[in-house]
């Protein structure tokens, strides 16, 4: 099993600039996370889909961050226009919470750097 | 200026003790809890559950303990080696709104000393 994969590793760009962050979950797993993970907040829930659908964007900082999951094997968080207040590293999660006994398997994250 | 970022708790242990992580969740209607493992670099990996009709569970040189009564977990490593070194979260589950929510607590660093 590959585990959950992120794309890109690491992401460096200008404040102002589009960035998309890619994830692809285990096989099976029908729940995806987003977090972004700061010195000053920790680990925070941006969003949460299962089915593909999204169940809680709670946690989304503001409209500038959106996020997708077009197929259970593909799942995107964009932010538009970044900010230097995002950088960040940012994880994606996913695992099968159908029922109550089962937990998340983190990917290796996107640290993203705005300057 | 300078952020202020987050201050970790520390626990220093010295190779081969044993080490005692603590955490205190805030929901009684929490009913599943997980601790992972976060070394430098990488994503959080899961140690060790435990459900919430449990007080305890042991898994390789681990052990969780749960306190549902003060809302209290505890996770224990036996003999401790540098490969143990860092930061440990605990995380609790529960239904809200029809899904299993999930909340994550700030963490504590490990730090063993050769």
Known sequence: DAGVIQSPRHEVTEMGQEVTLRCKPISGHNSLFWYRQTMMRGLELLIYFNNNVPIDDSGMPEDRFSAKMPNASFSTLKIQPSEPRDSAVYFCASGRLATSTDTQYFGPGTRLTVL | ?114
């Open chain 2, 1 to 114: 200026g300078e952020s202020v970022g987050l201050h970790l708790p520390t626990l220093s242990v010295q190779e081969g003790d044993n080490s005692i992580i603590n955490c205190a969740y805030s929901n009684s209607a929490s009913d599943y809890f997980i601790w992972y493992k976060q070394e430098s670099g990488k994503g959080p990996q899961f140690i060790i559950d435990i459900r919430s009709n449990m007080d305890k569970r042991q898994g390789q040189r681990v052990t969780v303990l749960l306190n549902k009564t003060v809302k209290h977990l505890s996770l224990q490593i036996a003999a401790t080696q540098p490969g143990d070194s860092a930061v440990y979260f605990c995380a609790e589950k529960r239904n809200s709104g029809g899904y299993q929510k999930v909340t994550f607590g700030t963490g504590t660093k490990l730090q063993v000393i050769p």
